[in-house]
């Protein structure tokens, strides 16, 4: 879902890299709908498509799939040190092809130099002060040449140049986790070890999760949705120890959206009675929900998935942020219902000025939520992202 922000970016990357740099005032690129880059008819017809089920195999699957034309392992997580002071972060890692290389090439064997390659990643690095009330977001963009950025297993690592998510020194041999997220931009910096609590859960049809009509607008998908979480934080002359969970998303496809939908909703939520929910709510042309693709979990305290549909779960935005820097509108807050569950929360962020204002501006960031499950008080911690306002 994210790859509509990523392929827009790269594109704006490119533009930078035959125009030159161009003053804030210079910069105006415009798309009207997102969503046409990525039609079926305008993806290379010799990348893989997610069309029939998936055998995933872990930790290798971990790893980069360049066959496909855009993958990406996104980190969120909500975090507090031992006086309180609370912070969301998100760390995220993009791959886009070029050219597709297929299983068992070798990339290297048809580029003339060191500096060619078919690969090109971009990474987003956030921290939400929700005490202090303030939000930072920063991007990179490298290549996949003269290791300024890439993905590999053994030993686990992506990367795009100092920002790297890494298994941790103190592993196994051939494990991904304990893994350890390093970040920073402008002394803001974060260095976090992450250890899965939940195990993966594969998302959709055991992991193909459908996006939109015709065969091949879909992606793998899998998520870990809770990580226990500990380690620093830096704003400034300020360090925080912090600790809390965090949340995995790992996608790799090459069709995406149809051209009839513009944006979409995504909220990640993890309750305090050990249940994690994530929903994403597809709109179409009309900003309406598309009720066919739209779909969602929730993860039970065992770690077993229960899916939903569209049909399942009534939202109801109750306010909207405007962004100065866009003018975009964005609806932060809502009522969730999922009757089947008995469960009824009011979700809003944790801090509304929450917008990435980078090459492709969209929003997103911690967000807070409080009501009923199942008879039983709940409260929760969780992200949410808002594309196509």
């Given at each position: 879902m994210k790859r509509i922000l990523f392929i827009i970016a790269i594109l704006i990357?490119?533009?930078f890299q035959i125009f030159g740099?161009?003053?804030d005032s210079q910069r105006k690129f415009k798309i009207d709908k997102p969503s046409e880059?990525?039609?079926h008819e305008k993806i290379d017809a010799n990348f893989a498509k997610a069309i029939y089920s998936y055998d995933f195999q872990f930790p290798l699957d971990h790893a980069s799939h360049e066959d496909f034309k855009t993958e990406w392992w996104y980190f969120t997580g909500n975090l507090e040190d031992e006086k309180g002071h609370s912070?969301?972060?998100q760390l995220t890692f993009f791959r886009n092809g070029l050219e597709p290389v297929l299983e068992g090439a070798e990339e290297a064997k048809n580029l003339i130099n060191n500096w060619q390659t078919k690969q090109i990643y971009?990474?987003?690095?956030?921290?939400?002060d929700i005490t202090n009330k303030k939000f930072y977001s920063f991007e990179k963009f490298a290549r996949k040449s003269l290791n300024q950025a890439g993905a590999r297993l053994n030993p686990y690592k992506i990367w795009v140049k100092d920002w790297s998510a890494q298994v941790s020194s103190k592993a196994k041999p051939?494990?991904?986790f304990p893994l350890v997220l390093r970040a920073n931009d402008k002394n803001i910096s974060l260095k976090l070890k992450l250890i899965p609590v939940k195990p993966v859960t594969l998302q959709g049809l055991e992991g193909l999760s459908q996006k939109s009509s015709g065969a091949g607008n879909a992606s793998y998908y899998y998520s870990i949705s809770k990580l226990l979480t500990k380690g620093k934080i830096q704003l400034g002359g300020d360090i925080y120890k912090v600790k809390g969970y965090s949340w995995f998303d790992r996608e790799f496809s090459t069709s995406s959206l149809g051209d009839t939908l513009i944006g979409?909703?995504?909220f990640a939520l993890q309750l305090s009675n050990n249940v994690e929910i994530m929903y994403y709510r597809l709109r179409d042309q009309s900003n309406k929900t598309d009720m066919v693709h739209s779909s969602g979990v929730i993860i039970d305290a065992e770690g077993e998935k229960h899916q939903f549909t569209a049909q399942d779960i009534i939202m109801e935005n109750t306010e909207k942020y405007k962004s100065s820097f866009t003018n975009a509108e964005y609806p932060v807050s809502w009522d969730m219902e999922i009757p089947k569950i008995n469960l009824k929360v009011k979700l809003k962020p944790a801090l509304k000025e929450q917008e990435h204002q980078l090459s492709y501006p969209y929003y997103e960031g911690a967000?807070?939520?409080a009501g009923h499950f199942a008879d039983a008080e709940v409260t929760g911690k969780g992200y949410m992202e808002l594309v196509g306002y």
């Open positions: 990357f490119l533009v740099k161009k003053t880059l990525l039609k912070f969301g972060y971009m990474a987003h690095f956030a921290v939400t051939n494990e991904v979409w909703d995504w967000v807070q939520l």
